[in-house]
């Protein structure tokens, strides 16, 4: 089992432009999360997915769309990137709404 | 609504010192607890759990005892190695599929 996957691990983009972060779960997992962690913010929750095909608002979504393709896989869009998202972004599963498990992160850097 | 509150750092420690990082919540019902590592670099880990009152999650040497009487869920380890040094978050789930994260304790353990 490779668990949480994600992609790309970094990556850097100019102000203005979009780009997609995969998430992929190998688990089975009904739940699955988009995380951002700043330095001093802790973990915020940007959006999340109960179950296959729904979706929520987490505590910091403004900027972002999420996707879930199907139940291994939850996608986060950034359409127009902007510095104040320059952050590390991690992806969650879970079984049942409880205990979660994270993917390695993206390292994003907005310019 | 629900809020975890885990004890600043950083702390550091030498080799086979004993470590406790306390870790307090406010929440409606019965939660799940958590602790999560994060090692530099990666992603959270989950290191051990509890889902009742008077549960012991225990893993690797550590340990926390759910305590509701005191709301409560400290991690302690009897002897700490070099590579036990890590950001450890404390969270707790209500059971609305999300995690409320206390903000992270840095732990160094000098050899």
């Known amino acids: 089992n490779a668990g949480v996957t994600q992609t790309p691990k970094f990556q850097v983009l100019k102000t203005g432009q979009s780009m997609t972060l995969q998430c992929a779960q190998d688990m089975n997992h009904n739940s699955m999360y988009w995380y951002r962690q700043d330095p001093g913010m802790g973990l915020r929750l940007i959006y999340y997915s109960a179950s296959e095909g729904t979706t929520d608002k987490g505590e910091v979504p403004n900027g972002y769309n999420v996707s879930r393709l199907n139940k291994r896989e939850f996608s986060l869009r950034l359409e127009s990137a902007a510095p104040s998202q320059t952050s590390v972004y991690f992806c969650a599963s879970s079984p049942d709404g409880y205990e979660q498990y994270f993917g390695p992160g993206t390292r994003l850097t907005v310019t | ?111």
């Not at chain 2, 340990?63 to 040094?85: C, I, M, N, P, W």
């Open chain 2, 1 to 111: 609504g629900n809020s975890v509150t885990q004890m600043e750092g950083p702390v550091t420690l030498s080799e086979e010192a004993f470590l406790t990082i306390n870790c307090t919540y406010t929440a409606t019902g019965y939660p799940s607890l958590f602790w999560y590592v994060q090692y530099p670099g990666e992603g959270l880990q989950l290191l051990l759990k509890a889902t009742k009152a008077d549960d012991k999650g225990s893993n690797k040497g550590f340990e926390a005892t759910y305590r509701k009487e005191t709301t409560s869920f400290h991690l302690e380890k009897g002897s700490v190695q070099v590579s036990d040094s890590a950001v450890y978050f404390c969270a707790l789930s209500g059971g609305d599929y999300k995690l409320s994260f206390g903000a992270g304790t840095t732990v160094t353990v000098r050899a």
